[in-house]
Every structure is written in C-alpha cells, then in structure tokens.
C-alpha cells in the first residue's frame, strides 16, 4: 500500500537519504522517496502503520502523521 508519511524533523539531503535506507532495509517496504524541503516521506509498503513509525523513530525521527496516498487515479 503506498503512503505518506509526515516527519517533523528532515532538515537536509542527508536526513532525507538516512530515511529512505532505513525504511528500504525493512522487510515489507518496497519503495521510498523523501522529499526534505516538504518534510514527506512516500513509502509503498506492506507494513502496518505502527511499524513504519517504530523504524523511523529507531532511526531518529519524529513521525507526526501516516496516511494512505491518493493519486490522481484514486
């Protein structure tokens, strides 16, 4: 399922990079992108959300939201 994930603290390139490899070396998660100027995070995963959010915190960040993504197709 592909979501999106609001991070409270993505302060740069290099967070953003951290993020994405920490969710993509999780079983479960078969994609991620960051994009550290909106402080978002796209994931497609098969993970629950409690999941996903112990992996970020584990990596040091604050996860503040999850949500199913929308795209222009439903």
Do not use: H, W
Not at 10 to 22: F, M, P, S, T
Request: charge should be positive; charged fraction near 35%; hydrophobic fraction near 40%.
């Amino acid at each position: 399922m592909k979501k999106v994930i609001e991070i409270e603290d993505l302060c740069c390139k290099r967070c953003a990079e951290r993020a994405e490899k920490k969710l993509l070396l999780s079983d479960g998660v078969t994609g991620a992108r960051a994009d550290y100027k909106k402080n978002r995070i796209f994931v497609d995963a098969a993970l629950p959300d409690e999941a996903l959010c112990a992996i970020l915190q584990d990596a040091g960040f604050s996860v503040k939201e999850i949500r199913p993504r929308k795209g222009i197709f439903g």
